[in-house]
């Protein structure tokens, strides 16, 4: 997951924006093509501010609300993301007992600043009756979350690719997944004469739609999801507006 995308940073030898910024602890250069390392890094430093006894809960809610104001995306995003810090953390180079560690330090001041905002994160709840997108199931019949289906999203579209070229811009990204999936923020609504541009092409759109179904959607709780992606794909992509349903039907 881009932790970094969603934590404002710097490095050695350069001036912090915010004394709330994190400062790595090497230069630019020596975590060149190694993300890895300075999301683990992040992922202590965060848990560190946080579970720090040196602050109090109003530098710390100062704090969160910081890197939400330089996060350069939809709000919501980033409010799923503190709520995944705290409830999913995880990093491939940390043991289960050092996360769940690290949770627990996070989640007083997470959790805190996350009702301070009244923000509701209980999709299963009776608003969700009102809101018709898309609800991805687990085979326990659980709402997935959607900070999973969000990230997923963001690694296929949102961020570079090997070129350094993003795939789509954060905008319509925003518009694509509030358009889908509930749980995202206000409904959007794509104007047909406008449907979302993206560098990939439709063959790696449709692509994506599989893997993601084969992932997610393939459980009995689940009926009528590949039907309702299908009905969608081309009234949201450029690149799939002329597809026809059969045809998209025969290849997901």
């Known amino acids: 997951m881009h932790i970094e995308k969603y934590l404002s940073h710097t490095f050695q030898k350069s001036r912090a924006s915010s004394p709330y910024q994190l400062i790595l602890d090497k230069e630019e250069n020596a975590y060149a093509e190694d993300n890895n390392s300075i999301r683990e890094e992040l992922i202590s430093k965060y848990a560190s501010f946080l579970g720090s006894t040196e602050f109090d809960f109003e530098k710390k809610y100062a704090f ?71 609800t991805v199931m687990d085979a326990r019949g659980n709402p997935i979350p959607v900070a999973y289906i969000q990230f997923w999203f963001e690694d296929e579209l949102l961020f570079e690719d090997k070129n350094k070229d993003q795939n789509m811009d954060p905008y319509d990204f925003d518009l694509f997944m509030r358009s889908w999936f509930s749980g995202t923020g206000e409904m959007a609504v794509i104007p047909g004469d406008k449907l979302l541009k993206t560098i990939v092409s439709g063959e790696y759109l449709k692509d994506m739609i599989k893997r993601f ?40």
């Open 64 to 134: 969160l609300s910081y890197h939400e104001a330089a996060f350069k995306g939809q709000s919501a995003f980033y409010l799923n993301f503190i709520k995944w810090t705290y409830k999913e953390l995880w990093h491939e180079n940390l043991d289960p007992v050092t996360l769940e560690w690290f949770r627990r330090k996070i989640k007083p001041v997470a959790k805190g600043w996350l009702e301070s905002k009244k923000i509701d994160f209980n999709i299963a709840g009776g608003l969700q009756k009102l809101d018709e997108r898309i």
């Open 213 to 252: 179904f084969q992932k997610y959607g393939k459980h009995t709780h689940n009926k009528g999801l590949r039907d309702r992606m299908i009905n969608l794909m081309p009234v949201t992509f450029e690149k799939l507006k002329n597809s026809r349903l059969d045809v998209l039907r025969k290849t997901l």
